[in-house]
C-alpha cells in the first residue's frame, strides 16, 4: 500500500496559502491551518517556506482556553510592508 503523502502539488498549494494568509498580518496555529486550508502539516510546510524561501517565519508557543500549548506563526509588519506585491 503506497504511503499517504501529500502530492507536490497539494505541498505547493498549502505553502501558497499559509504564506498568503501570514502576508495579511494575520497569525495562525496548527489546528487554525487544518480548518482553513486542509493542511495536516502545517509546521512541516512552514519550515519549507523559511528554509527554501529564506522566509523569516516567528514562531512562540501559546496556551489555548483549554490549557493546550501550541505554536502560533506569524510574520513581522516590517517584513509584509517591504514584501508587499513580490511574495
Same mark, same amino acid.
Given at each position: 500500500?503506497?504511503?499517504?503523502?501529500?502530492?507536490?502539488?497539494?505541498?505547493?498549494?498549502?505553502?501558497?496559502?499559509?504564506?498568503?494568509?501570514?502576508?495579511?498580518?494575520?497569525?495562525?496555529?496548527? %489546528?487554525e491551518? /487544518?480548518? +482553513?486550508? =486542509?493542511?495536516?502539516?502545517?509546521?512541516? #510546510? %512552514?519550515?519549507? /517556506?523559511? +528554509?527554501? =524561501?529564506?522566509?523569516?517565519?516567528?514562531? #512562540?508557543?501559546?496556551?489555548?482556553?483549554?490549557?493546550?500549548?501550541?505554536?502560533?506563526?506569524?510574520l513581522?509588519?516590517?517584513?509584509?510592508?517591504?514584501?508587499?506585491?513580490?511574495?
Amino acid at each position: 500500500m503506497p504511503a499517504n503523502t501529500p502530492s507536490p502539488n497539494d505541498t505547493t498549494s498549502h505553502k501558497a496559502q499559509l504564506l498568503a494568509h501570514l502576508m495579511t498580518g494575520a497569525r495562525i496555529t496548527p %489546528l487554525e491551518a /487544518l480548518q +482553513r486550508f =486542509n493542511c495536516l502539516s502545517c509546521s512541516q #510546510r %512552514l519550515g519549507d /517556506l523559511r +528554509r527554501d =524561501n529564506s522566509i523569516p517565519i516567528q514562531s #512562540r508557543f501559546i496556551t489555548t482556553p483549554t490549557g493546550k500549548k501550541v505554536k502560533e506563526y506569524w510574520l513581522e509588519p516590517s517584513y509584509i510592508q517591504s514584501h508587499k506585491g513580490t511574495v
